[in-house]
């Protein structure tokens, strides 16, 4: 027995029982130590896992506050088959998203981040200040120079 999706009816497969979650990305560092008193100290991450899960293989979890997707440091672990090695700092643009992203500003700032101004997208580019709804984007680099961007939502992301 096959089902259709509704909402495409080019896909006739059945995904009822195959969710894709995005629970765990891998951010490149040189000091894991030195990153994650960046994530923890400063970004505010929760600390979920500092283990070595083997001899010589260490992994550091943590997640923003609120998020089910954390982010995971890796030492002596094997590069997975089929996938490339990242340097440290070469991670770009992974985006979290806040309610209100003037606050979050000032708690980043806070706690010692270098935390770029608010920005929207407007009619020459980027611009200064709050946008309208999902244009307010402020961004910042931990200390290996992976890139982080953070937009405001109109609400949390069980209410959307």
């Not at 960046?38 to 260490?58: C, I, N, Q, S, T």
């Not at 590069?79 to 209100?100: F, I, Y």
């Not at 200040?129 to 307010?136: E, Q, R």
Request: glycine content about 10%; overall charge negative; some cysteine.
């Amino acid at each position: 027995m096959s089902t259709t999706n509704t909402t495409n009816p080019k896909n006739t497969t059945n995904t009822k029982n195959r969710n894709w979650t995005l629970e765990v990305v891998p951010v490149p560092v040189a000091d894991m130590d030195r990153a994650k008193e960046f994530y923890v100290g400063k970004a505010g991450f929760k600390l979920d896992l500092d283990d070595e899960v083997a001899p010589g293989m260490r992994i550091i979890q943590m997640t923003p506050p609120g998020s089910r997707c954390s982010i995971a440091m890796l030492e002596g672990m094997p590069v997975a088959p089929g996938t490339k090695v990242m340097s440290p700092g070469t991670l770009q643009g992974l985006q979290l998203c806040v309610t209100d992203i003037e606050a979050a500003r000032e708690e980043l700032v806070s706690r010692g981040v270098d935390v770029s101004p608010v920005r929207h997208v407007g009619a020459t580019g980027w611009e200064d200040g709050k946008g309208g709804t999902w244009n307010s984007f402020m961004t910042f680099e931990d200390p290996d120079g992976n890139g982080w961007v953070v937009q405001e939502a109109p609400s949390e992301l069980s209410e959307r």
